[in-house]
């Protein structure tokens, strides 16, 4: 485990004026805490994250590529191999810009949050929060070790916060809330050099995004076929009927009847086999309490 006595963290914010600001207030109201890195987008921070091991994340919750959401999923989902020696989750922070949606979301997963413009007189609570969590983890630790138990319990906390509030709050979409719900697909039209060809979407074994395109693979006795559509995958699985198509990851959504097995292999890690696709599909832990034998 990392020994450590300076409380440590790591900024996620793609705005340099407001990561700056953060910091300064930050100083101000912390003085003890060590800002390790400031990046600017999901990715760096999660690779950053795992090769930093700080105490505390404070995570934008809109960054390119990866939001702080996705980007906080995708960090706990790797946290078991890509920090070793058994280093307890940071404690997590998002900053967001939105305001009543998104203070109701995160009070309700009990998880904590600064609104921008950050409030020194807010993030005076928060930095008294976290101190607290960091007290209470470093006596966790303890005690994990003198009585032999597991050092996942913070971590399979923040997996279940994660997981309910992407459910209410899914990313970068969640200011449309009061979009209209409309029948799910049945078909979707793709482009086969000049033609439009229509796929059934029952035919569809799974979707996965690939840079700016979504890969829409189906397969038949013959031969398998794929197509790329230019619909993100965060538009795309709304319209999606939850009970037909499942999603195992980030990036990628599974028609559950096409799942022929799962398989779980030597660090743990969930695979799925589709019928009639030679390909192994990985299941984040963010999702693999769907796969539960009844």
């Known amino acids: 485990m ?3 006595t300076t409380p440590t963290a790591l900024i996620a914010e793609d705005e340099p004026l407001l990561a700056a600001a953060l910091q300064a207030e930050l100083a101000r109201a912390w003085p003890e805490l060590q800002i390790l890195a400031v990046v600017g987008d999901g990715v760096s921070a999660v690779t950053q994250s795992l090769r930093l091991q700080p105490d505390v994340l404070f995570f934008d919750i809109r960054m390119p590529a990866l939001s702080g959401l996705d980007a906080a999923a995708e960090l706990v989902d790797a946290w078991n191999t890509g920090a070793p020696g058994g280093t307890p989750f940071p404690a997590l922070v998002f900053v967001t810009a939105y305001d009543h949606y998104a203070v109701q979301a995160f009070e309700a997963q009990a998880m ?4 921008k413009p950050v409030q020194p007189a807010r993030l005076q609570k928060t930095v008294a929060k976290v101190q607290l ?4 983890r470093a006596q966790a630790a303890i005690d994990s070790i003198a009585t032999s138990t597991s050092g996942n319990t913070q971590l399979n906390a923040t997996l279940a916060q994660l997981r309910r509030l992407l459910a209410i709050m899914p990313g970068p979409m969640a200011e449309n809330s009061n979009a209209t719900t409309t029948a799910p697909l049945k078909v979707i039209q793709v482009s086969v050099g000049n033609a439009i060809r229509i796929v059934q979407v029952d035919d569809i074994s799974y979707f996965e995004a690939a840079d700016k395109y979504v890969r829409v693979l189906t397969s038949n006795s013959q031969e398998n076929h794929e197509y790329l559509i230019r619909t993100p995958l965060r538009d795309l ?3 999606l009927d939850g009970q037909s198509f499942w999603q195992v990851h980030r990036g990628t959504v599974v028609r559950a009847s096409a799942i022929d097995a799962v398989t779980r292999d030597e660090m743990g890690k969930l695979w799925l086999q589709l019928r009639g696709r030679p ?5 984040s832990r963010l999702y693999a309490h769907l ?3 009844m």
């Not at 969590?133 to 209470?136: F, G, I, S, V």
């Open 237 to 239: 699985l709304p319209q």
């Open 279 to 283: 390909e192994k599909l990985s299941v």
């Open 2 to 4: 990392k020994k450590t």
């Open 112 to 115: 904590d949050y600064l609104l």
């Open 133 to 136: 969590a960091l007290a209470n």
């Open 291 to 293: 796969f539960k034998a």
